[in-house]
């Protein structure tokens, strides 16, 4: 009866057409969609770039396929020298931090070290510094005679530390280790953080001991995100060109990084420089498959959400004392002494190993802000990069976790797989695809194509940590603006989008620092006139020491001002 | 005090800042018996649990368990958990993922040495018991929620504690699950002879489960005493509100021979027993505590029907009675809202406490 009424009433509406069933794939499949195929083609780019020139030999004006180029790698023994410095400085850097990371992370999540609110911020201030700088503070410490902890060391301890040469393996580690510690902090922080105390509760009630159940039942519990780090740490410590640069190179120790470097200086071997890229990029992603068919097997559901927060042991008087003394080494190496140390040498005017407070002077910082044309061009250059490449990374982000996470479920696993590649692919090497792609093209030695390969190589960071938001954004939310009569984009725009706001201005914050202290890849694509700081810094360094601190001081107020950011919008690094 | 009691626990006050989760229990659980503690959440009987364990430290008070001293604040004793020779069961069940079954249920045997070939034939023995036989090599996060909490239990049981310790430990179980649990636990009980506690907020299963009731509330014991005698006679308003009952407020009228007269504010007169303890003063404020089911229909007390919502065999009634909500479990009469019904309610079977 009603029915009847009612079809009455509307009669009229019944004349016009059905909408159209939409062909077209619409906004909200086709923008998601872009910004993966971008990302996949920034990825495969410069890779496939790589392989063909890796593959290709030149006979006079005719080139030719050939493994030439990988026979003549392999057989090279300064080659097999390198890999082998590589693989040890990767493999102490990951040991140590991993010790490092487990213990601090465990002092600040689970024990009553005093101050540890703050102590869980300063841990991971050196995430934020770039580790060439370090690297180069480090040697105004410890440089081989006139470093000033050496002197420090002989003139108030009467301790002669002239055994050890910061330029050295052992340097390289040492520097790898205070800028990978919270990379591996990061990792385990949640787990122990947000572990079901139930877990290690119910060991010590069924008869365990502190250690026993330390070793038995937390750190298993830990150990798949303990892994992940270890190897994210191991993969990007061994491809990261700044350290073996500032610390290897000069005493002549051949390292991965550098002779890639060395390959594409004059004259140029590209080919040997692509066959090597590629032998380091086929050990990468294996490593990478490795972890990740470990980690499908074993990720724990270690946070159960019925469960409790863990207790915070008592250390005792000792036990702080030791925490403290530890947290003092770490952060007193990777932040304040080199912080003290580049402040000194900034503020000399002829830096010869010993500061003397009555003749400092503003002349390195006047000078390298206002005077001098390629440290003014360098830090334009760098804001530039870092500002757009920031912005477009995360936008391309946003579109690829939205994929990620709504799109057509068979066809995630391998997007994402594919997205993360580049994690872990030195930058020195995507730089070189990048190179050899834009070779001869209008955008060799432009900034155009370092800012390509700088969201190349960094947007699956941004991708991450919005990802992770995602997981925390019921999909009903969007589901109920739609159904509310709100378009796609509308929904996008008034609740998506909002509600990812903290993990977007994360990412950014995060990409902008990256991009600020970037140098792997930028060493490779830079000209004159698209120098940015850290190049900056690489090009100064035989000239003036002074210069060189001052740089790296502008550099770091950057990098400090983007944590303080990042610090205020109350957001956590998701990179799991 | 009880010479043969098992456990004893004496003035045990835990202070979280400001907040006194603890403020000095006392109770004391025989050998062999399953004491329920029993409260709304938040008032601490899960901290009491934690104490026993070990997992908390008390500020003040003594706990005793099979004639040892295992904690005493003013002595200075605190044994570590692991000391204590327990075993728990947890609501989140906490059996560690990165481990077998079987390695699950052995753990206490492997912390305490016991041979490998002991320690096979006992984890064997017990994975019998409690049904997971086929299951030993199987990881443990492959098995259900009812099947992990048979780890649990399994696990708390391999080392033949004297005493175990249950933590909401079937609160994550479906219903019909937890009814099946419940039965096993008792006739296991009955085979090992094990002391339990059990802290629980489901009155059910602590009636169903324990000989004796500690009933707590803001940290502190509310009543005790045997299922029967909490469920029948609450002691305090608190208890009857917790249990569920009627409570109606009224003034005292007289008594005679344990049983008292009250009068409600609509001027209505109700005749009830008189809780243990004093007698109240003619004039003063008292409590009328009335189970819902024992809310008949019937010549008596004129009442309005307000709501019914149909369970099944019954069906609960929402009466005002003057102005005073009523609830009533009666079987279905098909009465409507609106309604003007009687309603009587037995003197034995309402309890009157003094108010405040």
Same mark, same amino acid.
């Given at each position: 009866m009603s029915a009847t009424g009612i079809g009455r009433g509307v009669a009229p509406a019944r004349v016009e057409a059905p909408p159209a069933p939409r062909r077209f794939l619409g906004l909200q499949r086709a923008l998601p969609a872009a910004g993966v195929i971008a990302g996949l083609l920034l990825v495969a780019g410069p890779l496939l770039a790589m392989l063909v020139r890796s593959l290709l030999v030149w006979d006079g004006e005719a080139a030719r396929l050939s493994l030439a180029n990988f026979t003549r790698v392999l057989s090279e023994p300064r080659v097999w020298e390198a890999v082998g410095n590589t693989a040890l400085c990767g493999a102490g850097a990951t040991l140590l931090s991993c010790a490092l990371g487990f213990t601090l992370a465990w002092l600040v999540a689970r024990t009553d070290m005093p101050g540890r609110r703050w102590l869980e911020l300063g841990n991971l201030i050196p995430f934020f510094l770039s580790p060439y700088v370090g690297a180069i503070s480090w040697i105004y410490l410890f440089a081989p005679g006139s470093g000033l902890l050496q002197q420090f060391a002989m003139r108030h301890l009467g301790l002669d530390l002239g055994f050890i040469n910061i330029y050295s393996l052992g340097g390289v580690i040492w520097v790898l280790t205070l800028f990978y510690t919270p990379y591996v902090y990061l990792f385990v922080?949640?787990?122990?953080?947000?572990?079901?105390?139930?877990?290690?509760?119910?060991?010590?009630?069924?008869?365990?001991?502190?250690?026993?159940?330390?070793?038995?039942?937390?750190?298993?519990?830990?150990?798949?995100?303990?892994?992940?780090?270890?190897?994210?740490?191991?993969?990007?410590?061994?491809?990261?060109? +700044?350290?073996?640069?500032?610390?290897?190179?000069?005493?002549?120790?051949?390292?991965?990084?550098?002779?890639?470097?060395?390959?594409?200086?004059?004259?140029? +071997?590209?080919?040997?420089?692509?066959?090597?890229?590629?032998?380091?990029?086929?050990?990468?992603?294996?490593?990478?498959?490795?972890?990740?068919?470990?980690?499908?097997?074993?990720?724990?559901?270690?946070?159960?959400?019925?469960?409790?927060?863990?207790?915070?042991?008592?250390?005792?008087?000792?036990?702080?004392?030791?925490?403290?003394?530890?947290?003092?080494?770490?952060?007193?190496?990777?932040?304040?002494?080199?912080?003290?140390?580049?402040?000194?040498?900034?503020?000399?005017?002829?830096?010869?190993?010993?500061? +003397?407070?009555?003749?400092?002077?503003?002349?390195?910082?006047?000078?390298?802000?206002?005077?001098?044309?390629?440290?003014?061009?360098?830090?334009?250059?760098?804001?530039?990069?870092?500002?757009?490449?920031?912005?477009?990374?995360?936008?391309l982000a946003v579109l690829q976790a939205y994929y990620l996470n709504r799109g057509t479920p068979s066809r995630r696993g391998l997007a994402d797989a594919l997205l993360s590649l580049p994690l872990g692919i030195p930058g020195i090497i995507l730089g070189l695809g990048f190179l050899i792609l834009a070779i001869r093209t209008p955008l060799y030695s432009t900034l155009t194509i370092v800012l390509i390969a700088y969201v190349a190589r960094f947007f699956p960071f941004a991708t991450r940590t919005i990802s992770a938001m995602f997981l925390a954004i019921n999909p009903e939310l969007e589901q109920s603006a739609r159904a509310s009569g709100a378009s796609w984009a509308q929904s996008m725009r008034w609740v998506l989008l909002p509600l990812l706001k903290p993990a977007v201005i994360a990412a950014w914050l995060m990409l902008f620092v990256i991009f600020i202290r970037e140098l792997g890849a930028t060493i490779l694509l830079y000209a004159q006139g698209t120098e940015t700081i850290s190049v900056a810094l690489v090009l100064l360094a035989d000239r003036s020491a002074g210069y060189v601190a001052a740089l790296a001081v502008v550099q770091l107020v950057l990098l400090l001002l983007a944590f303080t950011l990042f610090r205020l919008t109350r957001t956590t690094v998701t990179q799991s | 005090m009880d010479s043969k009691a098992f456990i004893r626990v004496d003035g045990l006050v835990k202070q979280y800042g400001p907040h006194r989760a603890l403020d000095g229990v006392s109770f004391q659980v025989d050998e062999g018996h399953t004491l329920a503690l029993l409260g709304p959440s938040g008032c601490g009987k899960t901290t009491m649990l934690r104490c026993i364990a070990g997992l908390e430290t008390p500020d003040a008070g003594r706990i005793e368990i099979a004639g040892r001293v295992v904690f005493d604040a003013?002595?200075?004793?605190?044994?570590?958990?692991?000391?204590? =020779?327990?075993?728990?069961?947890? @609501?989140?069940?906490?059996?560690?993922?990165?481990?077998?079954?079987?390695?699950?249920?052995?753990?206490?045997?492997?912390?305490?040495?016991?041979?490998?070939?002991?320690? =096979?034939?006992?984890?064997?023995?017990?994975?019998?018991?409690?049904?997971?036989?086929?299951?030993?090599?199987?990881?443990?996060? @492959?098995?259900?929620?009812?099947? @992990? @909490?048979?780890?649990?239990?399994?696990?708390?049981?391999?080392?033949?504690?004297?005493?175990?310790?249950?933590?909401?430990?079937?609160?994550?179980?479906?219903?019909?699950?937890?009814?099946?649990?419940?039965?096993?636990?008792?006739?296991?009980?009955?085979?090992?002879?094990?002391?339990?506690?059990?802290?629980?907020?489901? =009155?059910?299963?602590?009636?169903?489960?324990?000989?004796?009731?500690?009933?707590?509330?803001?940290?502190?014991?509310e009543t005790e005493g045997g299922p029967r005698s909490v469920f029948h006679r609450p002691a305090t308003p608190f208890v009857a509100r917790f249990l569920g009952l009627n409570v109606l407020e009224g003034e005292m009228l007289g008594s005679e021979a344990g049983q008292a007269e009250i009068r409600l504010p609509q001027g209505m007169t109700l005749r009830g027993m008189l809780g243990d303890g004093t007698v109240p003063t003619r004039g003063s404020k008292v409590l009328a505590c009335v189970r819902k089911e024992h809310v008949r229909f019937g010549a008596g007390l004129p009442a309005e029907l307000r709501a019914s919502s149909f369970l099944g065999l019954t069906e609960e009634y929402v009466l005002d009675l003057g102005g005073v909500e009523l609830r009533a479990v009666q079987p279905p009469t098909g009465g409507a809202p609106g309604d003007r019904v009687q309603v009587a309610i037995r003197p034995e079977d309402c309890v009157v406490l003094p108010a405040g």
């Open positions: 922080m949640s787990p122990l953080k947000q572990m079901d105390a139930a877990l290690e509760d119910a060991a010590r009630v069924h008869g365990a001991g502190f250690w026993y159940t330390l070793r038995h039942v937390s750190i298993p519990l830990v150990s798949p995100a303990l892994l992940s780090g270890a190897l994210v740490v191991f993969i990007t410590s061994a491809g990261l060109f +700044d350290v073996p640069l500032a610390l290897a190179l000069p005493s002549n120790i051949p390292t991965m990084p550098t002779e890639i470097f060395a390959a594409v200086q004059y004259p140029a +071997d590209f080919g040997r420089a692509a066959a090597f890229g590629m032998m380091v990029l086929g050990v990468t992603i294996l490593l990478t498959m490795a972890q990740r068919r470990y980690l499908a097997r074993r990720r724990y559901e270690v946070v159960t959400g019925k469960g409790y927060r863990p207790r915070l042991l008592p250390l005792g008087r000792g036990g702080r004392i030791a925490a403290l003394t530890l947290e003092a080494v770490y952060i007193g190496g990777a932040v304040l002494l080199p912080m003290m140390a580049l402040v000194m040498v900034s503020l000399s005017r002829l830096w010869t190993g010993s500061f +003397d407070i009555s003749r400092a002077s503003l002349a390195n910082f006047t000078y390298v802000l206002f005077s001098f044309r390629l440290t003014q061009q360098a830090i334009l250059n760098s804001l530039t990069l870092a500002v757009t490449g920031a912005t477009i990374g995360v936008a | 003013a002595q200075g004793i605190n044994l570590p958990s692991e000391e204590r =020779q327990l075993g728990i069961v947890f @609501q989140s069940y906490a059996v560690w993922p990165h481990m077998s079954v079987a390695e699950n249920v052995g753990f206490p045997l492997r912390v305490r040495r016991v041979p490998k070939a002991e320690q =096979q034939a006992r984890v064997a023995r017990m994975l019998e018991i409690v049904g997971l036989g086929a299951w030993a090599e199987k990881s443990a996060t @492959q098995l259900s929620g009812g099947q @992990q @909490q048979r780890v649990a239990l399994a696990r708390a049981l391999i080392h033949e504690p004297r005493l175990v310790l249950f933590d909401e430990a079937l609160s994550n179980l479906d219903a019909q699950l937890r009814e099946q649990m419940r039965m096993e636990l008792k006739i296991l009980q009955d085979r090992l002879g094990f002391t339990a506690i059990y802290v629980t907020h489901d =009155q059910a299963e602590a009636f169903g489960l324990a000989e004796r009731l500690v009933v707590m509330n803001r940290g502190r014991v």
